[in-house]
């Protein structure tokens, strides 16, 4: 099996992926770079069995149905402007679900400054399709929304400065190969540990593999039709040694 995790950011500057190479004993990175543009991201995923994104997939249902509304000076609209009713149009489903699991909100795909990044997510998934490769922002096909983060912290790691120090990196790659032997860093070690980008995306497909193994979590049935237009984050469930 092959996976794929992608880092995306606004722009090419900023975006990573890792490929992941998984076998009966190891788990081998066969690819990481950093600088992609959305065409090599579609060259990967055609041979990755799972495709990981480190973005929100879409927008919060509430907050697309207020914008259509606002936008036709709807009459019947009635926004009260309050903080409960802002919050409910900030966050998606699945923003609920991780702050129940993790105590942490994610940032609001609606309201925060990831909105730019989702911008070319939604542009990426579109190119994706055309490619061939379907898209179910539910996390149940091939492409799955992934919240690198919130998954380490739920395999035990202590991420502490991470995004920002290169030795916190380090400790953590030390934890990781300590933990799960298996993991194959090779020659990209030094990049893991050198950049914040590189490092998300192989966490990213660490995550990947989890949902692939159904090992994340998953919307209900009943919020299933809204995980599929507003996206789903699947956080890993169990150990990180339970992906070999």
């Known amino acids: 099996m092959l996976t794929l995790?992608?880092?995306?950011?606004?722009?090419?500057?900023?975006?990573?992926?890792?490929?992941?190479?998984?076998?009966?004993?190891?788990?081998?990175?066969?690819?990481?770079q950093l600088g992609v543009e959305d065409e090599v991201i579609v060259q990967y995923a055609l041979d990755s069995e799972k495709i990981g994104i480190d973005c929100a997939l879409g927008w919060p249902t509430d907050f697309v149905q207020f914008l259509n509304a606002h936008s036709a000076n709807d009459p019947e609209a009635k926004p009260s402007g309050d903080i409960d009713w802002r919050r409910r149009l900030s966050f998606r489903d699945t923003d609920r679900q991780v702050r129940a699991i993790t105590g942490r909100w994610p940032l609001s795909v609606a309201t925060d400054r990831l909105g730019m990044t989702a911008l070319r997510c939604a542009g990426l998934q579109a190119k994706l399709r055309q490619a061939g490769i379907p898209i179910d922002?539910?996390?149940?096909?091939?492409?799955?929304?992934?919240?690198?983060?919130?998954?380490?912290?739920?395999?035990?790691?202590?991420?502490?400065?991470?995004?920002?120090?290169?030795?916190?990196?380090?400790?953590?790659?030390?934890?990781?190969?300590s933990q799960v032997p298996w993991l194959k860093l090779g020659e990209f070690r030094p990049l893991l540990e050198s950049?914040?980008?590189?490092?998300?995306?192989?966490?990213?497909?660490?995550?990947?593999?989890?949902?692939?193994?159904?090992?994340?979590?998953?919307?209900?049935?009943?919020?299933?039709?809204?995980?599929?237009?507003?996206?789903?984050?699947?956080?890993?469930?169990?150990?990180?040694?339970?992906?070999?």
Do not use: H
């Not at 992926?17 to 190891?26: A, E, F, G, P, V």
């Not at 237009?229 to 890993?236: F, Y």
């Open 195 to 244: 950049s914040t980008d590189a490092f998300d995306s192989l966490v990213a497909c660490l995550a990947t593999r989890a949902a692939a193994l159904g090992l994340a979590t998953l919307p209900e049935p009943e919020q299933l039709e809204k995980a599929r237009a507003e996206g789903w984050i699947a956080l890993p469930k169990g150990n990180l040694s339970d992906l070999l």
């Open 5 to 32: 995790g992608i880092d995306l950011a606004a722009e090419a500057k900023g975006t990573a992926l890792t490929q992941i190479r998984w076998s009966k004993d190891q788990a081998e990175i066969v690819q990481l």
């Open 137 to 177: 922002r539910s996390g149940l096909g091939r492409v799955v929304e992934i919240y690198p983060g919130a998954s380490l912290r739920l395999w035990g790691f202590d991420t502490a400065g991470y995004r920002t120090e290169q030795s916190a990196r380090s400790r953590l790659l030390a934890e990781l190969e």
